[in-house]
């Protein structure tokens, strides 16, 4: 099999979905699947997929807003061009272009959020052109790989009745060493994000912090711009690379997971910093429900996702910090998210839609 990436990406070697792509691909070659990955970003320089990637990777710049549809019709003008199998689209906004595609050759989307509500958190263009266009796109793919059970049900996404599959983030767990238990008296709680997401309840987490005093937090990603008073047991670190932030995550105790999903009007997810922080051994505090993890599990809590998530909920957090202060998480316990597993189901989908067997 043949097989294309195309996705429109402008963060680094730090993002999460810039560690799964290259997972991804790696992982594919291993099962004899060759790819290509075609990216499209404002960024102009893209040297860190270029080292992982090789003559695997074909990039597409633009600067000036204008010239992105360009980008996007040199890309599938490439993708045309080589006459991939399949092509594996990250969701995006609809261009003339990827309509043609669709048209061409078989597109499957791989769906990582309710687009409706996260592209409207800012009411904008990107807001209302979304809402016009994605049809043109959703009714011409051939099928659609959700991150969780929940998406698929949406009305906005069934009407359209195509094939789809659930498969929920991976991580390639051989790439993670798990970190032994910290020393340090205190407890230590971290947080890994790519930015100032609303839905990551990086406030609660001040909150949090305000609650026990005595406990630290390194918050990764997230800017403090957007906080009014930071308590002295808070630390914000900004955007870094894995091999700058390992040594805050083998220092922490527990970790935390988005805790404010429902400012996006969600209930389950399966993001890929749960998926490191679990790779490393480190246990999670989350509010939401975990696509891969049906049960409870004694290395997970779960709070509500609520608001009062945090204050209702102060004694069980307790309880399980500092239950969990000299434990890491069993390895086999979490042996279902690794990339392989998940890489194997995804390539049997697009199996079936080749074979119309769907």
């Known amino acids: 099999m043949r097989l294309a990436v195309l996705l429109h990406w402008n ?14 691909v790696h992982t594919w070659k291993t099962m004899g699947i060759q790819a290509s990955v075609h990216v499209i970003s404002r960024k102009p320089n893209l040297d860190a997929w270029q080292r992982y990637l090789g003559n695997h990777l074909l990039t597409f710049h633009y600067y000036r807003r204008v010239a992105r549809f360009r980008a996007w019709g040199e890309a599938i ?29 078989p597109l499957i989307l791989e769906i990582n959020t309710d687009d409706l509500r996260e592209y409207c958190l800012s009411p904008g263009p990107r807001c209302w052109y979304n ?38 983030n991976g991580i390639a767990l051989q790439d993670y060493p798990q970190l032994p238990p910290p020393d340090n008296h205190a407890p230590r709680l971290v947080f ?53 932030y390992e040594p805050l995550l083998a220092r922490a105790h527990v970790a935390l997971g988005t805790l404010a999903l ?35 599990v004694p290395f997970i809590l779960r709070l509500p996702n609520s608001e009062d998530n945090i204050e209702a909920n102060l004694s069980a957090i307790e309880t399980f910090v500092h239950r969990w202060r000299n434990q890491r998480v069993p390895r086999e316990a979490i042996a279902h998210l690794d990339i392989k597993v998940k890489e194997s189901q995804r390539i049997a989908f697009f199996q079936k839609i080749l074979k119309g067997g769907v």
């Open 77 to 105: 003008d490439a993708i045309l061009a080589q006459r991939p199998d399949l092509v594996y689209h990250r969701y995006d906004l609809y261009t003339p272009s990827i309509g043609k595609l669709a048209q061409r050759l």
């Open 11 to 24: 963060e680094g070697e730090d993002s999460g979905v810039f560690k799964k792509i290259i997972s991804q």
């Open 262 to 296: 429902y400012r996006i009007g969600m209930e389950e997810a399966s993001p890929l910093k749960v998926r490191e922080y679990l790779a490393y051994g480190l246990p999670v505090i989350i509010g939401y429900k975990d696509t891969d993890f049906h049960e409870d």
């Open 192 to 244: 890994l994000g790519a930015g100032d997401q609303p839905w990551h309840g990086v406030d609660k987490m001040v909150r949090l912090a305000q609650h026990f005093p005595r406990w630290h937090f390194d918050l990764i990603g997230p800017s403090p711009d957007q906080i009014k008073q930071i308590p002295p047991n808070v630390s914000f670190y900004g955007r870094l690379l894995r091999k700058e």
């Open 131 to 168: 809402r016009l266009f994605r049809g043109l796109l959703l009714r011409r793919v051939a099928g659609m790989v959700f991150v969780t059970h929940e998406l698929p049900r949406l009305p906005h996404f069934a009407r359209f009745r195509k094939p789809f599959i659930v498969i929920g």
